[in-house]
């Protein structure tokens, strides 16, 4: 690291957390290169790793992006889909998000009837995938925080569940603990294949994985 970023660091008035979090953030390889090749955020590469390893993009052409601010994994679906005629990408935030050329963007909370329904609108029928990058936001409290996760990706598979196609796919974060094991019984009803994965762009001291459910089983409820 640059030595007068390191003393502007240490002279500053911010707390030992808040100059760690630069550091880090100064050093780390993910965030230069999301810098340089024109990602919002680091956590595209989680996503290009993601679909590296199991192909979750192949032949499909619409997603559904929860929780997608800033727009990182919405510009890597994009990217993706974009020779695909007929793409579309939808990303779903309670935060602004600035536009991205491709992305129809909804603003509002995912527990709102009235999202859903401009969802459906938008998507005019079902979709190819599901993506949720969808965090809480930190409270301090280590199992505060891993419940509200938790909560956080059932509600991502439940909107999986409603507007998946047939043999469509699902992405989740997961923070590691209570009710894991119960919301992977759960998506082996809705998939016919599971696995989990901690992308190398992942920080090592986080306890996020990533729930991929592949090859949607559609379900008629009527």
């Known amino acids: 690291m640059n030595s007068r970023i390191k003393q502007k660091i240490k002279k500053g008035s911010r707390t030992v957390s808040s100059r760690r979090w630069l550091e880090r953030q100064l050093n780390d390889p993910y965030v230069k290169a999301a810098k340089d090749h024109g990602f919002r955020s680091r956590a595209a590469y989680k996503l290009l790793e993601i679909d590296e390893k199991f192909k979750i993009f192949n032949n499909k052409t619409s997603v559904l992006d929860l929780g997608g601010a800033p727009g990182g994994w919405s510009q890597v679906a994009v990217k993706k889909n974009s020779k695909i005629k007929n793409h579309k990408v939808i990303a779903v935030d309670i935060q602004d998000m600035e536009p991205i050329y491709g992305v129809n963007f ?53 909107i999986a569940v409603y507007f998946l196609n047939d043999k469509g796919n699902f992405c989740c974060k997961l923070i590691r603990g209570k009710g894991e094991e119960e919301l992977v019984k759960n998506m082996r009803k809705h998939f016919k294949i599971i696995k989990r994965f901690k992308p190398a762009s992942s920080r090592k001291d986080s306890s996020e994985i990533f729930l991929i459910g592949l090859n949607f089983i559609h379900q008629d409820l009527a």
Do not use: C, F, W, Y
């Open 106 to 158: 909804i603003k509002g909370n995912i527990l709102d009837n009235d999202i859903i329904e401009n969802i459906q609108v938008v998507l005019d029928g079902k979709v190819d995938i599901v993506l949720s990058d969808m965090a809480p936001s930190a409270s301090g409290h280590r199992t505060t925080d891993q419940t509200r996760a938790i909560l956080l990706a059932e509600m991502a598979l439940n």
